[in-house]
């Protein structure tokens, strides 16, 4: 947090500039709604990862405390019962007692075997086979991985060497972490993740409460841990199956692209990528943030978005010609991951929530940009016209791909633009611009369409109304002809004409 917040300033100067409606969130709402003040996700729903803890602790106790109950309550039930039948007999204490003791000693193997699987288990050659079984990428990816993990194990024991005893025990500690984790591959990730999180905590406080390591070398020793365990368990826990990271992933990849669009003005973002040196930082922070995805372990990951963001800060600082707020900050990364459109996003972002050591992300530079990651992927999903300040019907234009905004004059480029990019811009404006008079025509040609459809039937009622207005009164001629003729039909009976005759006389 070197960067030297000034919280508010530039909010006022903004809304002072223009009126439009800068995308903002206010600091406080980054932290754990408890106010412990540390860092809220909204993975936690809102609270830290350890207010979390205690909440999901709390209920997962409250069901504990109930089986408990239960579970006593049938036992006494049974006792009674049991009492009951032997009662006549007498000594029924001593029998309860032994079958008490029966059962605890029971008890005690079973543990005893289970402890000692994950002893004989970390004899080396088992879980490697078993994962080979499991599951095989391409050979070149395998060997890679072993080698990568290889490497981690020899560092982390070259690492532990000086603590002597305690790194011993955490090394034998950390063995039999990953043999239950083994046993557990196929569990629920949520459970895999509280086992892991448990896991950190009860090391961490054992180092320091059993081993009096101090709390800055708690921390290192902590980071050698999640690096040791993570470039093992990767492969299993990253966007398993088992959830619906990788549909969220394909969702959050569309949206992204669906908003290819935005420009930094619609964001108000601070960053005039016109600067040489703007423009390289904002490059930069693209790269980081991609990078994110090739990185195994949840603290590199949280690195490379720390990177991004201070890449930020500096490119806003360069056009800004001072330190950059917070509130500055937001709506570039928004920028940054829409230009960006990072790889298996809410994957990662899942997979550091679940198994990054709790307290990286409460605290510290790394837990505060990680917040305001979240933050955005929570922006770009509901990111609408108004939060753009666009109208309702220019958004949907965009967002549909009918129009695109216009894009930058090409005299405004930097000199150093490759004439690559120009001419790919200059094709998109046709594009766009062939696009736009494509739709004009076919809006033109529904329109006669319809003309012609209205006017056939304007014809059509026209001729109607003449007809209903003038009706033509064709008399039955058939008819009067037919009677002429039928006048003629007597006619026939008529005697024929005199004929002149001559007398004698
Ligand atoms: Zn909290």
């Not at 829409?338 to 198994?355: H, V």
């Not at 046709?430 to 006017?455: H, P, T, V, Y």
Request: charged share 30%; with cysteine.
């Amino acid at each position: 947090m070197s960067q030297g917040f000034k919280k508010g300033s530039s909010r006022n100067k903004m809304s002072l500039k223009s009126e439009r409606r800068a995308i903002h969130v206010d600091q406080s709402e980054l932290l754990c709604k408890k106010g412990c003040g540390y860092y809220g996700n909204p993975a936690w729903q809102g609270f830290c990862s350890k207010c979390w803890r205690e909440e999901y602790q709390k209920a997962r106790q409250k069901q504990i405390q109930e089986d408990w109950e239960l579970a006593e309550r049938l036992q006494r039930e049974e006792e009674a019962a049991y009492a009951s039948s032997q009662g006549a007999q007498g000594g029924q204490s001593s029998l309860t007692f032994s079958k008490f003791e029966e059962k605890k000693s029971s008890e005690k193997a079973r543990k005893v075997t289970t402890v000692k699987k994950f002893f004989t288990g970390s004899s080396k050659t088992l879980p490697k086979k078993d994962i080979k079984e499991a599951k095989t990428p391409s050979p070149s990816l395998n060997r890679q991985i072993s080698v990568e993990t290889d490497r981690a194990s020899k560092e982390f024991i070259e690492f532990l060497k000086p603590l002597q005893k305690a790194g011993h025990d955490v090394f034998k500690q950390c063995k039999i972490f990953l043999e239950a984790m083994h046993i557990k591959k196929e569990s629920n990730i949520e459970e895999q993740s509280e086992f892991t999180q448990d896991f950190y905590q009860n090391t961490a406080d054992k180092l320091q409460m059993y081993w009096k390591v101090s709390p800055d070398k708690v921390e290192k020793v902590m980071d050698q841990i999640e690096k040791f365990l993570m470039t093992r368990l990767y492969k299993h826990v990253f966007c398993p199956e088992t959830t619906d990271d990788e549909k969220k992933d394909l969702t959050i990849q569309k949206r992204i692209r669906a908003l290819h669009w935005v420009t930094p003005q619609m964001l108000c973002v601070p960053v005039n990528e016109a600067i040489p040196e703007v423009s390289d930082m904002v490059v930069k922070a693209i790269t980081d943030i991609i990078e994110m995805d090739s990185k195994r372990i949840p603290r590199d990951k949280l690195t490379c978005i720390t990177q991004c963001s201070k890449h930020i800060f500096n490119a806003i600082k360069i056009t800004k010609n001072e330190p950059a707020s917070a509130d500055d900050f937001l709506p570039t990364l928004i920028y940054i991951v829409l230009k960006a459109n990072p790889p298996r996003l809410q994957s990662n972002i899942q997979y550091i929530t679940r198994f990054c050591n709790p307290s990286r992300l409460m605290t510290g530079e790394d837990g505060y940009y990680f917040t305001n990651l979240c933050c955005t992927i929570a922006f770009i999903e509901k990111l609408d016209a108004q939060s753009l300040n666009l109208s309702e019907e220019e958004f949907n234009r965009y967002m549909s791909g009918q129009a695109s905004p216009k894009k930058q004059d090409s005299e405004s480029w930097p000199e150093d633009t490759c004439s690559g990019v120009k001419q790919m811009h200059k094709n998109l404006d046709l594009l766009s611009q062939l696009s736009e008079r494509q739709e004009r025509i076919a809006n033109g040609a529904r329109q006669l369409e319809k003309d012609l459809i209205d006017w056939t039937d304007e014809v059509t009622r026209g001729v109607q109304d003449i007809v209903e207005k003038y009706p033509l009164h064709i008399k039955s001629s058939n008819q009067a002809l037919a009677s002429i003729d039928s006048e003629n039909v007597e006619d026939d009976r008529l005697p024929p004409p005199l004929q002149p005759q001559v007398y004698a006389g």
